[in-house]
């Protein structure tokens, strides 16, 4: 599953600690969603999205294979 949380951050500001801390997951979750090495919940999917006023289906999208 590809994402751009990367993206989001980069045109916030923000860290990876700044968007953990605002979902509450550790600044390693947040590493490991953004490099496809953890495909987050639903919950936290719809927090992620919700902090940057996106849908789920602007922040996340899925590859031929998911």
């Not at 951050?9 to 860290?15: D, G, N, V």
């Given at each position: 599953?590809?994402n751009?949380i990367?993206?989001?951050?980069?045109?916030?500001?923000?860290?990876?600690?700044?968007?953990?801390?605002?979902?509450?997951?550790?600044?390693?979750?947040?590493?490991?969603?953004?490099?496809?090495?953890?495909?987050?919940s639903?919950?936290?999917?719809?927090k992620i999205?919700?902090?940057?006023?996106?849908?789920?289906?602007?922040?996340?999208?899925?590859?031929?294979?998911?």
């Amino acid at each position: 599953m590809k994402n751009t949380i990367r993206v989001e951050r980069a045109i916030h500001e923000m860290t990876q600690e700044d968007l953990a801390n605002a979902v509450g997951v550790s600044r390693q979750a947040i590493n490991s969603i953004e490099t496809g090495k953890y495909v987050p919940s639903t919950l936290l999917a719809l927090k992620i999205a919700a902090y940057f006023g996106k849908t789920v289906n602007d922040i996340f999208k899925l590859e031929e294979g998911d």
